[in-house]
């Protein structure tokens, strides 16, 4: 069984995911506000990392549309790389995963559960990554 943690890399939150004991289900964790130095946000995400005892750790790849990768997305991928050097040693793995419409997915459904706002925005990065995990469970 893999325990899985899911990452939303946003340019002023990370939004983040765990999934449970059995690799089966998605649930939302509270976002990381970004700062200006990346190995303090990987840092962040060490320890839930830890916390949670994750084997993996999914990082969202924003795709074009027509699946090529452009500039988000080799950011993306070079932070990716980033975070699974600062996670060496720990035993996990780093992958990215095509995040396409996963906020789009989120937006929706947190509008349908009445989240409206401030609190719709703060919520939105955990709302991808839980979608973005639950994608990438699925396909497991």
């Known amino acids: 069984m893999t325990k899985a943690v899911a990452v939303d890399l946003g340019s002023r939150r990370i939004?983040?995911?765990?999934?449970d004991?059995?690799?089966s289900l998605a649930f939302p964790r509270p976002h990381i506000a970004r700062r200006d130095d990346r190995e303090l946000d990987h840092r962040a995400i060490a320890e839930v990392v830890d916390?949670?005892?994750?084997d993996v750790?999914?990082?969202g790849l924003p795709?074009?549309?027509?699946?090529s990768r452009g500039p988000a997305a080799r950011a993306a991928e070079e932070e990716a790389a980033e975070l699974a050097r600062s996670l060496e040693g720990r035993g996990v793995s780093v992958e990215t995963f095509d995040e396409r419409l996963t906020?789009?997915?989120a937006e929706?459904?947190?509008g349908s559960a009445g989240?409206?706002?401030r609190q719709r925005r703060l919520r939105v990065d955990s709302a991808a990554a839980t979608v973005l995990l639950q994608s990438w469970l699925d396909t497991r």
């Not at 916390?51 to 994750?54: D, K, S, T």
């Open 15 to 19: 939004g983040l995911a765990v999934s």
């Open 115 to 117: 989240a409206r706002g």
């Open 103 to 105: 906020t789009v997915a």
């Open 57 to 59: 750790v999914v990082v």
């Open 63 to 67: 795709l074009s549309l027509d699946g």
């Open 21 to 23: 004991a059995s690799g």
């Open 108 to 110: 929706t459904a947190l």
């Open 51 to 54: 916390e949670v005892g994750a």
